[in-house]
């Protein structure tokens, strides 16, 4: 890949700026610890107010910045078309942040047509910012990130995403899987920051069997960037409608791939 270009190199510098805002935002909204303060879009699907009010903000600063650049957020779908293409998940790990847990970010991506090229995750209950730039390197405020060297799956950690979208058998039939492998599972609420521990090593592999297009596109350049292998998500489907992801550290993505039947190509 060849190094970034000034126009993208500055739109991820207006993304940071503008996250940083919004993460002030939900910082502010954030409830207090104990039962959901939210609604249900569908069983244990949370929605709180602060994903409307972080979406809309975002979407405003982001028009007027780059009112030729294309948007969709996970609440108001596609705003506008181009071949630049914004991807923002307002809250992500809602059903942590209704019960005033830490373990939730907002997450900004751009593609450019089918290329992931840049994304900002910030996490501002954890005081963590991830940002990647293709070409330029992936980083956990300020410093390089890369997976992780881990290559022996019993001392490996993998995370699986969990929703009701995907059947129970086929949750259990993939966790028994990573198990099988002497792997430790995990199952954390946020597919962005789970993708993002892959990218910095805190995970060896993450896998979710229905995960959408604002769940991942900030944190697909992010795991580039950093070394990490990742299942085709966007020319299985991800780019219009829900598909199936894998990432994991290059030395055991081969191994989860086939224990867990995600295909790496
Ligand atoms: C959810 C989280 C969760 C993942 C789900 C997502 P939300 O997003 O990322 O970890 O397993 O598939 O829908 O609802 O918190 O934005
Ligand atoms: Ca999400």
């Not at 910045?65 to 181009?82: K, N, V």
């Not at 039939?173 to 954390?188: N, V």
């Not at 892959?198 to 229905?210: K, P, T």
Request: glycine content about 10%; some cysteine.
């Amino acid at each position: 890949m060849s190094s970034p270009s000034p126009a993208l190199a500055y739109r991820l510098e207006a993304a940071r700026a503008v996250v940083h805002d919004a993460s002030r935002l939900a910082m502010s909204m954030r409830p207090p610890p104990g039962g959901p303060m939210a609604t249900q879009k569908s069983a244990q699907d949370w929605l709180t107010e602060t994903d409307g009010a972080v979406e809309a903000f975002i979407a405003s600063r982001m028009k007027t910045l780059f009112p030729e650049d294309g948007f969709q957020g996970e609440e108001g779908g596609i705003a506008r078309s181009g071949r630049l293409r914004w991807v923002v998940d307002p809250i992500d790990g809602t059903s942590n942040y209704a019960r005033g847990r830490s373990r939730w970010c907002v997450s900004l991506g751009l593609l450019d047509g089918d290329e992931p090229v840049a994304g900002v995750i910030e996490a501002p209950a954890l005081n963590e910012v991830y940002t990647a730039l293709r070409g330029a390197g992936a980083f956990l405020n300020g410093k390089p990130i890369h997976a992780s060297p881990v290559k022996d799956p019993a001392s490996a950690m993998i995370e699986m995403g969990w929703s009701n979208r995907v059947p129970k058998p086929v949750f259990m039939e993939k966790i028994d899987a990573i198990m099988e492998l002497g792997a430790m599972p995990r199952s954390g609420g946020s597919g962005a920051l789970a993708l993002a521990d892959v990218a910095c090593g805190r995970l060896d592999g993450y896998i979710e069997i229905v995960i959408n297009l604002w769940d991942v596109a900030a944190a697909l350049p992010l795991l580039a960037e950093a070394g990490a292998r990742v299942s085709p998500f966007l020319r299985d489907g991800g780019l219009t409608g829900p598909a199936t992801i894998l990432a994991a550290n290059p030395h055991i993505a081969e191994t989860l791939s086939q224990a867990v039947n995600i295909p790496l190509a």
